[in-house]
């Protein structure tokens, strides 16, 4: 299979690109600059370009049999001003649009377009599922607009909307920050430790995206996320677990607010998210539970 993948730099396109290279697909991955593409695994093809602009690339694009849209800038690069607000709508929304553009017209015959767990918002204890509806916060608002994006591309192609949770990696992202204080014994649940939190080991992000793009009986809203999310608590229980470390130092939710601002609403959301529609079509977790998917990353 020829599968072309934007935000092929990233935590999660760096895994999925070398594992579908392993696999023998040809890949090619959509890079801004020549440089970003130094670190891509081998066997992976860049390709320069802006995936939020129309150009040349589009002509590769139309050339393979697949697509995996992950690009869009970091949601946690820092806080959240105006300037990096629609930095963060304008880079999901307009490269969904190039490409779901092309795909409804020509070439990639499924798109598995990339969104996020934020579009439920912070629910509470809410079970969430892929039929249930979005919530009323700047990235639920992003997520809306970002999938609604993809629509162009059913005209013709199989569309997948992922919706990822904290991917957890020992390749960094999420999982590296949160480690940091356990490893000088001052680690603790960040906000209240009664909060949700929809977790995923890159493994199975990767193999849910692999498995997507196989499986034709999977279309529309796919949760990304293990099948047991975990409390705030339980998280970092598991973390400490893991590391021999303590547990007990929580960060509290208002010196969070008060370090990042509008941005700690991601960071303190309680989102009880669960992969319905991937359980209820056979796809096999690798990482069901939360302390063996830590002890796997932090052994």
């Not at 370009?49 to 800038?73: I, K, Q, S, Y």
């Not at 997507?212 to 970092?236: F, H, T, Y």
């Not at 208002?254 to 998210?273: D, N, P, W």
Request: glycine letters at 12%; aromatic letters at 6%.
């Amino acid at each position: 299979m020829k599968v072309f993948v934007t935000g092929a730099t990233g935590l999660i396109g760096r895994a999925l690109c070398a594992e579908l290279a392993g696999k023998g697909h040809a890949v090619t991955a959509l890079t801004r600059a020549a440089s970003s593409a130094l670190g891509l695994p081998a066997g992976v093809r860049a390709l320069e370009g802006n995936p939020a602009r129309p150009g040349p690339w589009l002509e590769e694009l139309a050339r393979c049999d697949a697509c995996v849209n992950l690009a869009g800038a970091p949601v946690a690069g820092g806080r959240w001003t105006a300037e990096r607000k629609r930095a963060i709508e304008s880079s999901r929304v307009d490269s969904t649009a190039t490409v779901a553009g092309l795909i409804g017209a020509r070439g990639p015959e499924v798109l598995i377009q990339g969104s996020a767990v934020g579009y439920y918002g912070s629910r509470g204890d809410e079970l969430l599922d892929e039929a249930s509806s979005s919530g009323g916060d700047f990235l639920a608002g992003v997520s809306q607009r970002w999938e609604a994006a993809a629509a162009p591309a059913r005209k013709r192609a199989r569309v997948v909307l992922l919706r990822t949770g904290l991917v957890l990696s020992r390749e960094g992202g999420a999982l590296a920050r949160m480690v940091r204080p356990f490893r000088l014994f001052a680690g603790g649940p960040i906000g209240s430790a009664d909060a949700w939190k929809p977790w995923i080991h890159l493994a199975d992000e990767v193999g849910l995206v692999l498995w997507a793009l196989e499986e034709r009986r999977v279309e529309g809203v796919l949760n990304a996320c293990a099948p047991q999310p975990a409390r705030n608590g339980e998280l970092a229980r598991a973390i400490g677990g893991a590391l021999r470390r303590p547990s007990l130092l929580p960060a509290p939710g208002f010196a969070i607010r008060a370090l990042l601002g509008e941005l700690a609403e991601v960071v303190l959301a309680s989102q009880r998210v669960v992969p319905a529609k991937a359980l209820r079509l056979g796809y096999r977790f690798r990482f069901p539970e939360l302390g063996e998917a830590l002890r796997d990353l932090l052994r």
